[in-house]
């Protein structure tokens, strides 16, 4: 069905929202934050992670509306597309949420959230570099792989949920922190979203 010697640009593209969100979040894992200031610039640096890929959807939407051709359907190159960019926009959310609520010391649960929306947003490159070489099947074990850590973000939230009932008595502090809880959790949802949308792509071109 796919010509495997030349790269579609459609792909590309996908690819490159793909790294887009995969260099935001590892940016958000890998800062340390020590006061106001730096998570006023970790705001700033997600906002323009997140300005990067809405002109990538841009550009992948203009490709789609000059062509009259694409290797898959249209519709599923832009779910694909929309569903990558979610995850940015999620994070960039949050990020904005903590520096809002003035949390310079992220809890473990905090980190280990991220520390699996990392490890899906790694998966979804090396599913976008797969899907350049026009190998669909393989991008299956790169969905199982996000969906397990969707799952785990599951446990995540109800156990930290748990714990700050527990540790906690301010309850201005639990407001914030359940909220920050479930919108990375929402994150790790919208990963899930790429993994479904890869698989239905799977399903209809493999």
């Known amino acids: 069905m796919f010509s495997r010697k030349k790269e579609d640009p459609f792909f590309e593209v996908l690819h490159k929202i793909s790294l887009n969100v995969q ?47 694409t290797p898959i359907e249209r519709e599923d190159i832009l779910a694909l597309a929309n569903s990558m960019d979610d995850v940015l926009d999620g994070m960039e959310e949050c990020i904005a949420h ?12 905090m980190n280990t959230f991220i520390s699996y929306i ?14 350049q070489n026009k190998n669909l099947t393989s991008m299956r074990e790169n ?22 009932f527990l540790r906690e008595k301010d309850p201005i502090k639990i407001i914030q922190f359940k909220d920050i809880y479930e919108q990375l959790e929402d994150i790790a949802d919208d990963c899930q979203n790429v993994a479904n949308t890869m698989e239905t792509i799977i399903m209809r071109n493999a």
């Open 143 to 164: 969905a199982i792989l996000i969906k397990d850590y969707e799952s785990k973000c599951d446990e995540v939230l109800r156990t930290s949920i748990k714990q700050l």
């Open 23 to 69: 260099e935001a979040v590892h940016y958000a894992n890998d800062v340390h934050v020590q006061n106001l200031e730096d998570l006023h610039e970790i705001s700033t640096r997600m906002k323009r992670y997140e300005t990067d890929g809405d002109s990538l959807i841009h550009e992948l939407i203009v490709m789609l509306n000059k062509s009259f051709m």
């Open 118 to 131: 990392v490890k899906s947003a790694d998966e979804v490159v090396k599913a976008m570099e797969k899907l």
């Open 98 to 109: 903590i520096y809002m609520f003035a949390l310079t010391k992220p809890d473990n649960s």
